[in-house]
């Protein structure tokens, strides 16, 4: 089965830096991979997501880049803000059985916090 | 509003009681999840569910069971609750095939005292 590691589990960036998330796969297979964001007591939210047949994703201030050859994945965002604090986990999926590609293993999250 | 919703919102009760939480999906997606997110945690994959039936299982416990009726609503039942069961929980739905994450609802809060 999959399995899916994300470092480091907290961050701490001065508003304005940049911060990068990365996450490592073992499913040489695995072909999309979600990124969530959780506010603090909210639901986690999709913010990006990439498909294995490209390399680099970008809406705004965040993007998402895949090395298949060395399985990870990284969420980058620039220009950091206040509001960018929160738990971001990545996920890729478990390709097996009736569930193929629809079921996620997550990682145990990113702590980011953003300091004005 | 995502369009999974979840109820109650916010749960208190016993040890040893029952609890039923509530979950319905997207308009039109197939299956639905159940998480777990103890404090400062991860999310815990518990069970999932597909047009009814069920389709995968993570490391739900025997105390909890899950059922997705004929409208598609699925209910998560919790029984003789300890207090390590306090937690959120969160339900997701997703649509049919590959290259589709997940749409959480907003959760429900149980607090075992």
């Known amino acids: 089965g999959e399995n899916v590691e994300q470092h480091p589990s907290t961050l701490s960036v001065q508003e304005g830096d940049s911060a990068v998330i990365k996450c490592t796969y073992s499913?040489?297979?695995?072909?999309?991979f979600p990124w969530y964001k959780q506010e603090l007591g909210k639901r986690p939210q999709l913010i990006i997501d990439?498909?294995?047949?490209?390399g680099e994703k970008k809406d705004q201030r965040i993007a998402v880049t895949l090395n298949k050859t060395a399985k990870h994945f990284s969420l980058h965002i620039t220009e950091t803000q206040p509001e960018d604090s929160a738990v971001y986990f990545c996920?890729?999926?478990?390709?097996?059985?009736?569930?193929?590609?629809?079921?996620?293993?997550f990682g145990p999250g990113t702590r980011l916090s953003v300091l004005p | 509003d995502s369009g999974v919703t979840q109820t109650p919102k916010h749960l208190i009760t016993a040890t040893g009681q029952r609890v039923t939480l509530r979950c319905s999906p997207r308009s039109g997606d197939l299956s639905v999840y159940w998480y777990q997110q103890s404090l400062d945690q991860g999310l815990q994959f518990l069970i999932q569910y597909y047009n009814g039936e069920e389709r995968a299982k993570g490391n739900i416990l025997e105390r909890f069971s899950a059922q997705q009726f004929p409208d598609l609503h699925s209910e998560l039942n919790l029984s003789s609750l300890e207090l390590g069961d306090s937690a959120l929980y969160f339900c997701?739905?997703?649509?049919?095939?590959?290259?589709?994450?997940?749409?959480f609802g907003s959760g429900t809060r149980l607090t075992v005292v």
């Open positions: 499913d040489s297979a695995s072909n999309y």
């Open positions: 996920a890729a999926p478990l390709l097996e059985g009736d569930n193929y590609g629809q079921n996620f293993v």
């Open positions: 997701a739905s997703s649509p049919d095939g590959q290259y589709y994450g997940y749409t």
């Open positions: 990439i498909r294995s047949n490209v």
